[in-house]
């Protein structure tokens, strides 16, 4: 098996000291979502995004969220967050034991005399654009959130018209479950 290439893009790819990752398996059933998000903001711990995905199982799906704050906060968080009804596991995942990625899409203003320059751009991020008018373009970008802060960071001489991003997610490296 050959191995796989580390990404070779532009930004930092060490995560923030005071943000965190967690991941929540949970059974797929209504009300489940609110009763995690109620154990944050019990703690006053703000979720800074929420991406909920239906896992292998159809019985289940997996939360992952990021949020800021202490770390002994955040411990208190996981061990209530455990014993809630139908949350199977919850777990922190270090930045370096998992894989990480985020998706945009952003809108851009999209002038002729610009292309060459963009065009670059959405190479040297390894963006895509979706869809263009005479006037606008729309981008679609993968990879982790610091490459998605550089590259709308980058975008803003263009003028950024909308953005959408997902949040992240994330997958444990190796054998290791998320």
Not at 3 to 14: D, G, N, R
Not at 62 to 68: C, D, L, V, W, Y
Not at 144 to 160: P, S, V
Request: proline fraction near 4%; charge should be positive.
């Amino acid at each position: 098996m050959s191995p796989i290439k580390k990404s070779t893009s532009p930004a930092k790819t060490a995560a923030p000291k005071n943000i965190h990752t967690i991941s929540v398996l949970v059974a797929n059933k209504p009300g489940v979502l609110v009763r995690v998000a109620l154990v944050f903001a019990r703690r006053a711990y703000n979720i800074d995004s929420l991406v909920v995905s239906p896992s292998v199982d159809p019985r289940f799906s997996r939360m992952t969220i990021t949020a800021q704050g202490d770390p002994a906060t955040l411990d208190q968080i996981i061990k209530q967050a455990s014993k809630l009804i139908d949350v199977i596991h919850v777990s922190e995942h270090k930045h370096e034991e998992s894989i990480e990625k985020e998706l945009a899409l952003v809108k851009v203003k999209f002038k002729s005399a610009n292309k060459t320059a963009l065009t670059k751009l959405l190479s040297r991020f390894h963006a895509h654009p979706i869809e263009s008018t005479e006037n606008t373009i729309i981008i679609e970008q993968t990879g982790t959130t610091d490459e998605l802060d550089a590259f709308e960071e980058m975008l803003k001489k263009y003028g950024i018209i909308e953005m959408v991003r997902t949040g992240k997610v994330l997958i444990a490296r190796g054998e290791e479950k998320t």
